[in-house]
């Protein structure tokens, strides 16, 4: 069975960080990217990070570039997001997803191309 458990939300102030980390299990995890993409109320999903295992390839979008860091622990089938800096902005519902590749192209997120999903985590940044 595919899991990713998504887990480190929470409540934190402006300027503060938090590490989020997605657990995977049930597939070959170094044959995947995983991504992160978060959501805000009436809002869109907003695609945020994305890490190729097989080859360390780092995608950020240009909101979180320079204050998030998403890396992978192949040892334990399991990526971390470290996010320093928090505005009230990034207050979000936070979900990971795994694919065979990033699905970014062209500085566009086709997240209809993620095979599996994880639960989210809600991040929560106070002023």
């Known amino acids: 069975e595919v899991q990713l458990q998504a887990s480190g939300g929470g409540l934190v102030q402006a300027g503060g960080s938090l590490r989020l980390s997605c657990a995977a299990s049930g597939f070959t995890f170094d044959d995947y990217a995983i991504g992160w993409s978060r959501q805000a109320p009436g809002k869109e999903r907003e695609g945020i990070s994305c890490i190729s295992v097989s080859d360390g390839s780092t995608f950020y979008a240009d909101s979180v570039k320079g204050r998030f860091t998403i890396s992978s622990d192949n040892a334990k089938n399991t990526v971390h997001l470290q996010m320093n800096s928090l505005k009230s902005e990034d207050t979000a519902v936070y979900s990971c997803?795994?694919?065979?590749?990033?699905?970014?192209?062209?500085?566009?997120?086709?997240?209809?191309?993620?095979?599996?999903w994880g639960q989210g985590t809600l991040v929560t940044v106070s002023n």
């Open positions: 997803a795994a694919d065979e590749r990033c699905p970014l192209y062209d500085s566009m997120w086709f997240f209809h191309e993620y095979d599996y």
